[in-house]
């Protein structure tokens, strides 16, 4: 059954619904008093009874108050949980947030509906998750749940799957399609609920989930698509519009006469540095055009991203940014950095927002006008190669504030007459791509077959295949394309013991299921086993540094840049013998050998981390940015956690000691004597060496000092010097609380002074 949305409808009350009075005054509290277009059609179809449901419709269109709807229907009259999935950490937050809203209304036991998030800690059943109605988590923690079997996800009932696209992306792709089939496969009966901008295959999509389908265009903005050629916008629907020229770059002028009209403007770029470019172009311009109140409040949220995290060049580079109106938003900034500037832009005060484009499929930041200033992308070792329409559609999608406008423009900037034409045709005219599964690569499917049989949902050579023949992509090509690489998988899993075979029947080994439970790739698993059992001579910090920037989830690493190689080279020849695999030649393989200086480069940053090398330095010397920097050190981070619980499998002397304080100082970017500081709350890496180098050098230390003398240490104050004795004890007087609270009002006066 399907349906497309039609003129002509009769609107949908919210008291009308099907649902608990509490969650219609809820909603009509917020404003919300009837339904979009296909919201209805959605309802129709019996979303609302417990049917599957694939929601295609734009950004804005009332997908998630549809998701909400099942939700409570499920809580509140099924006594079931809700288990909604997100792609990405961001946009998990981001749903939780607006779930919250519901945690007034009380559930027939009594108790409030409770949302909970759970997005890392991939090596736990988070048992405590059991008292949430609403779970919120990304694709990869609920992967991590299955495979851990938490009990809890029995009374899931329902399934929200949000992005639903993200299945044709071959890195976050897998694991969704994955966790759909288990969970269809583990529960029959559970409702799933698909939500997406834009798929051109619903119908295929919608078969394989068992499911009905609502897709439509519409959108309660009007979304107006098309092509800028100098100083003349030509739109899809055959209109056109001229915009005041103000200056050479087309995009900063539309972006100034979309400020100047009382609009914001997003502009996608290709690269990291071509936003940040852009960025830096459209600051002069914007500037002159804000209001005195405006820059006064910029003012104070550059402040915050000065506060946030270390001091950089590129926190200063965006907080002066961000004084003039505009910022650059992109995965290579601090994710403190990001949520100040998403906020910001938000509520309206930065105008102009320079990004790359994966924030298109990340949190929701509309704009009165999208502009997508190049409609090729980079792609180190490849060149430039232009996006996909599916890609194209989704930056569309952001056009249009709810509320806010009556119409968006999403709109390409072309240089000559033959490229509008190009860009009319292949973009602003065209459909987007269909879905496909990227399930069937070895290196993504490796680590979802040894799941499969470490969790015990497959027994045998034949339950391997039975339980893939349910993915999205046997049903799109059939399970028989795929066997040839799970047989491949198979016998890797079985020659390197995580395997064993017993007739016709197959079993994980203690080894498997440690390495399934640990959710790191069976190869990376094999380098760490190798190396705890023929580890070097010389085993060192720098020997499991390099270890785990050896494993493929490593990737992608910090590459180095020619300027660096011969450094890079030297560094290497020094510390040859602390490698636990061998120096490839470069003679005998170009490629092999720039993957391992790859390999170095990135080792050499997590060393200069933890020898507590400034992050401003470290930027500066190896070119590499802070969000990066935080992702390589969340990946050593765990790495070397599974190190350390792979040794204490093999029972090895030597190295779960070593990896586990390597972890906690990758963690905290300290050296090993700050250890015992930086545990405590407000205690980074910095304000650590301050209190260590004024002689405060152990807990004990900090316990026994005056609260006065720690309040006059730099970055320490008054509040953080009594919130850290709070956490030692010790006797502190009455009346030197007031006197701190007092110096803590001063200094408060004197800042906002």
């Not at 917020?30 to 129709?44: D, F, M, N």
């Not at 004597?673 to 650590?688: N, S």
């Amino acid at each position: 059954m399907c349906s497309e949305i039609l003129n002509g409808r009769i609107t949908v009350k919210i008291l009308e619904l099907p649902v608990p009075e509490s969650v219609k005054q809820a909603l009509i509290k917020l404003g919300i008093s009837e339904l979009y277009p296909p919201q209805e059609e959605a309802v129709k179809l019996g979303v609302l009874d417990w049917r599957n449901l694939v929601l295609a419709s734009p950004t804005a269109s009332g997908k998630t108050l549809i998701a909400e709807l099942c939700a409570m229907k499920h809580v509140l009259e099924k006594n079931g949980k809700v288990l909604y999935l997100a792609p990405l950490r961001a946009l998990a937050t981001e749903k939780y947030e607006e779930l919250r809203k519901y945690s007034s209304i009380i559930k027939p036991d009594g108790k409030h509906i409770a949302v909970g998030i759970s997005t890392g800690d991939y090596d736990s059943s988070d048992p405590w998750l059991e008292r949430y109605d609403i779970i919120v988590a990304t694709n990869e923690k609920v992967d991590s749940l299955l495979r851990h079997r938490a009990k809890w996800m029995d009374d899931v009932s329902l399934v929200i799957a949000d992005e639903v696209h993200l299945l044709n992306d071959s890195e976050r792709g897998p694991t969704l399609e994955v966790v759909l089939a288990r969970l269809m496969q583990t529960n029959p009966d559970i409702q799933i609920l698909a939500l997406s901008a834009t798929i051109s295959n619903v119908e295929e999509m919608a078969e394989w989930l068992k499911a009905d389908y609502v897709t439509t265009e519409w959108r309660p903005i009007t979304l107006k698509e098309g092509v800028l050629l100098h100083d003349e916008i030509q739109f899809k629907d055959g209109e056109s519009k001229k915009i005041e020229k103000e200056g050479k770059n087309p995009a900063i002028s539309l972006a100034l006469n979309t400020i100047k009209s009382g609009g914001q403007t997003l502009i996608f770029a290709s690269t990291r540095q071509s936003a940040v470019n852009i960025a830096k172009k459209t600051a002069p311009a914007v500037e002159k055009i804000l209001s005195r109140s405006m820059k006064r409040a910029l003012e104070r949220v550059a402040g915050n991203i000065m506060e946030a995290g270390e001091r950089t060049r590129i926190s200063e580079l965006l907080a002066e940014l961000v004084k003039r109106g505009v910022a650059f938003h992109h995965a290579g900034l601090a994710g403190g950095h990001r949520k100040i500037i998403e906020d910001a832009f938000k509520e309206g005060r930065i105008k102009v927002l320079t990004a790359t484009p994966t924030l298109a499929f990340g949190v929701n930041l509309p704009a009165r006008t999208v502009i997508i200033h190049d409609y090729r992308r980079y792609e180190p070792g490849y060149g430039y190669y232009p996006i996909s329409v599916l890609e194209y559609k989704q930056m569309c999608g952001r056009a249009g504030r709810p509320k806010y406008d009556k119409i968006g423009e999403a709109i390409l900037i072309a240089r000559t007459a033959d490229e509008a034409d190009y860009l009319m045709e292949n973009y602003v005219l065209a459909k987007p791509e269909r879905i496909w599964s990227k399930l069937a690569v070895e290196r993504v499917l490796r680590t979802h077959v040894l799941a499969t049989i470490a969790t015990d949902y497959a027994h045998s050579e034949y339950g391997v295949y039975e339980f893939f023949s349910k993915t999205f992509y046997a049903y799109q090509y059939d399970v028989g394309a795929m066997k040839h690489i799970i047989a491949r998988i198979l016998k890797y899993l079985y020659e390197w013991e995580m395997i064993e075979i017993k007739g016709e029947n197959i079993y994980a080994t203690h080894f498997g299921k440690r390495v399934s439970e640990l959710y790191i790739d069976p190869v990376s698993a094999v380098i760490i086993r190798n190396a705890i059992r023929l580890k070097p001579k010389a085993l060192t910090e720098l020997s499991l540094l390099h270890m785990v920037t050896h494993t493929p989830d490593m990737r992608p690493l910090l590459r180095p840049y020619s300027s660096e190689l011969d450094d890079i080279a030297i560094f290497m020849e020094d510390h040859r013998d602390e490698f636990i695999v061998e120096v490839p030649s470069e003679v005998d393989d170009r490629m092999e050998y720039e993957e391992f200086l790859g390999e170095v480069k990135t080792a050499m940053v997590l060393k200069a981390w933890i020898e507590e090398t400034s992050e401003d330095d470290i930027i500066e010397k190896f070119k590499v940015q802070p969000g990066d920097l935080y992702r390589v050190i969340e990946s050593a981070k765990w790495l070397l956690y599974a190190t350390h619980e792979l040794a204490r499998l093999f029972e090895d002397n030597e190295v779960p000691s070593m990896a586990l304080e390597l972890m906690e100082r990758v963690e905290k970017g300290v050296k090993k004597e700050l250890l015992p500081i930086v545990k405590l709350e407000g205690v980074g890496r910095v304000r650590g060496r301050i209190l260590y180098n004024a002689g405060y050098r152990t807990t004990d230390d900090i316990k026994n000092a005056q609260v006065e003398d720690l309040a006059k240490l730099p970055s320490i104050g008054p509040k953080l010097a009594k919130k850290i004795k709070g956490q030692v004890g010790g006797f502190v007087k009455k009346e030197t609380w007031r006197r701190l609270g007092y110096m803590e009002w001063k200094q408060k006066a004197l800042t906002e002074f």
